[in-house]
């Protein structure tokens, strides 16, 4: 039986507490959080012990869940590691790309297993597709939200950017070649909106718009490659997939379309997409790499990469702004 200590008990640390308590072969020992509010309201909801001494919880645990703001991680991590702690810690995996790397190395020397709460990855539209044979050469991804105040205390980039950030990369099986951005602060001090344009060696193109003062939600991912076109909807839970002479199934349907290259079968599928609780899915996915010795399905590393763009954009923003 693996024992959970979960570091902040806020807004999502109480869904990291429900999944948490549904998730075979873990125990929930307690929580530290410094928010009387907070600690208060879980003590009551959950019976669960509220701990005073951060090593003590994690002296009493084998799993740290890291749920607090993103300017603790790398104290709460560090600490963790070196006590040969397995690691789930939410993104950005740090503040800065520094306290990144060093987490990094020191996760390589102490033999334990950490995982990046990129939760997109385990969003059920993107399951549905991980699959198959992507080989995009451009990218469109729009993800837009209203404003909430909580989590401003970082920018749009590693905010919401870095899921799609984080997902691209783990596609696209090439160095970034070039990176232009422009971004707003309008609500914070950090910006709030921003469009990147990523090019890649391979060829391939990424063009991303995110901004947390829309009016409404949108959280899509469009990719284009060789015969095929595949539309991700990670709010709706939808998936698109159009492709040039694939065999139509009972979830797709065909029709002939003349072309300059003369007549080509269209394929139009819209997959099933089963119900599912993505962040349970990620802790599931990490109990799994602890108790069968496998790699974590977001490591460490893939959070380092994902941070390293994400600040790469932040500097291109930084400059322009100098700039202008």
């Not at 039986?1 to 308590?21: A, C, D, E, P, Q």
């Not at 980039?157 to 799609?164: K, N, P």
């Not at 609500?187 to 921003?194: E, F, L, R």
């Not at 300059?260 to 079968?265: F, L, S, V, Y």
């Amino acid at each position: 039986m693996l024992k959970v200590g979960v570091f902040g008990v806020g807004h999502l640390g109480k869904f990291h507490l429900n999944n948490w308590k549904e998730i075979e072969g873990v125990k929930l020992v307690g929580f530290f959080d410094p928010n009387n509010d907070n600690a208060k309201a879980v003590t009551e909801q959950y019976g669960l012990k509220r701990f005073m001494d951060e090593d003590k919880l994690m002296d009493a645990c084998d799993i740290i869940d890291v749920v607090v703001p993103t300017d603790w991680h790398f104290e709460i991590c560090m600490k963790a590691v070196r006590k040969g702690k397995h690691v789930f810690v939410e993104k950005p995996l740090c503040n800065t790309v520094a306290e990144a790397k060093d987490l990094v190395d020191m996760v390589r020397e102490a033999n334990v297993k950490v995982q990046v709460g990129h939760v997109e990855r385990f969003n059920p539209a993107y399951l549905a597709v991980k699959d198959l044979n992507l080989n995009p050469m451009f990218i469109e991804v729009h993800r837009l939200a209203q404003f909430n105040p909580r989590g401003t205390e970082v920018s749009v980039i590693l905010d919401l950017m870095i899921h799609d950030l984080d997902i691209i990369l783990s596609m696209i099986k090439s160095n970034v070649k070039n990176i232009t951005a422009s971004g707003v602060a309008v609500m914070t001090d950090t910006p709030d909106i921003a469009n990147v344009r990523i090019e890649f060696n391979n060829g391939c193109v990424a063009n991303l718009t995110s901004s947390r003062i829309s009016m409404k939600k949108m959280r899509k991912m469009r990719l284009f490659q060789k015969d095929a076109y595949i539309g991700i909807d990670f709010l709706e839970k939808k998936t698109e997939i159009i492709q040039l002479q694939k065999q139509p199934d009972k979830h797709s349907f065909s029709f002939d379309l003349d072309t300059p290259n003369g007549k080509k079968t269209i394929s139009v599928s819209n997959p099933i997409i089963p119900e599912a609780n993505a962040i349970k899915l990620e802790l599931e996915s990490f109990v799994d790499a602890i108790v069968n010795d496998k790699p974590t399905v977001v490591s460490e590393i893939d959070g380092f990469l994902a941070m390293e763009i994400a600040h790469q954009i932040l500097e291109k923003i930084n400059n322009t702004s100098i700039l202008v």
